[in-house]
DNA sequence: TTAAAGTCAATAGA
DNA sequence: TCTATTGACTTTAA
């Protein structure tokens, strides 16, 4: 019922066909309808995977993001999510069936979207399927078809293979997986995941907040004094570190259309303008530009505003120090443990879920929590305070770097893109100019943040680059 | 090489 | 079930 936002929904039409070639191949194999019954239920198609996308049909999906004029991601999301929603329909049958990705990565991208100019043309395919998709009237009749023959398929399974099952079972849990990617036939067992107890993540963003581009060495000390595989650390901070920047645009996105709504204000509109402090949320915003610290409010703002605060403090000693005092408040160390089937490596990192942690309850970061997110304010001096605050102990360092060094915003420029075809094409996804409008709103405050947001890393950066390799400060 | 971006896939929770 | 989270891996840029 929803679907069609805008009028130009015919011309749409021509496009979405052509996207929608791609995807009939996949899943329902055009029209609709009938057919599939090879394949197996979803799920399992993975392993013929499917990308969806390849063959002709991604070339032609990459023309269109290509051509395609910015899209308000957000927007786009939130109507999918209504879509998806009203009529029932799963993350991981829409994953799979029109973008070709995962339930947790389509729940990711509808839950964090980016902004459109930070996205990569890759990044900005599934936003093209879903906008081509949410032009498509049958859309969601497709997709319910889908559900059913899936259903079907699953129970004739069911039925004419009982005893099938198990051999099924046993082939893929035995065999498939490994293949893809390493070759040791051995036991393939699949190597556990590895589960942070809640201390050392503390810990790790203790040590983030301090410094969040750590050297090899700081690393390796906290991969040591975790008890970490050096590797998980590594992949802690790239992702914490991206995960950081993802939630910073949802919070400009948020914080901007609702300010420009001006008149709902709803609960969330925490990060806006704030005015109450005892959360923390902080102001951060909108507005203001100076800030380095950029980080508000939130729920999880407390983190990167702490974080961000944490740069500054001062006097010296960085790295090593920065693990050290992670540590400080968290100490993991308990877990050893003993049975890890694999670690044999290291010393033995891995560990299985959370049994191993205790009681962690309390950790020690949650002052954070309460940090007032000064850091709205302005400036350094401010969040230092705050950081002291936190740890508890004693301020770290960062040096001064932050103070107000050169702040060079790198990403936030946005190429205005393309825009001439743009405008042909606009009318093509049924974009309206109220959206572009927005999106124009919403982009600048973008920048602004990002900027600022951009600024305080690059500071960071700088600092930590200086720290390892002149004492700094002097 | 390093970092970022994009995903996967296991798993925690509801 | 379904969705959310998150460690790890892969690809892409610099």
Redesign the pocket.
Known sequence: APESPMSSSESVKSLTELVQQPCPAIETSKDGKSQESSEPPASES?ST?P?PLSGHSALSIQELVAMSPELDTYGITKRV?EV??DNN???????ETI??????????????P?PWH?????????FVRMQLWLNDPNNVEKLMDM?RMEKKA?MKRRHSSVSDSQSCESSSAGID?SQ???PQPQHQL???????APE??EALKRAYQQK???S?KTIEELATQLN??T?????????????I??ELFIEEIQAGSQSQAGSSDSPSARSSRAAHSSEGDSCDGVDAEGPPEGKPSGPEADEFSSAAAKSQGGPAEPALEAGEEALRGARPSERAEPESLEDTDDEG??R???QSSPPAPQRPGDALETLPNSATEGDASTSAASTSVLTGESSYKSKESSEKISSVPS?SSTPAAGSQKANSLQSLFGFSEAASSRNTRDSSLRKKKAANLNNI?HRL?KAASREEAVEWEF
């Open positions: 993975q995977t990308l999510k998806l929603t329909l799963g993350q991981r049958l829409f994953g973008l070709g990705l995962t339930q947790g990565s389509v729940s990711d991208l509808l839950a964090r980016k930070k996205l990569s043309l890759k990044g900005r395919e599934p559900k699953y997986y893809g990617a390493s699949k190597k556990p995941r590895v589960v942070l050392e993540k969040p581009y750590p090899p970490l595989k590797s998980t650390v590594i992949n802690w901070f790239h992702n914490y570190r991206s995960r920047r993802r990192r891995l299985a879920p959370r990403t890393i950066e």
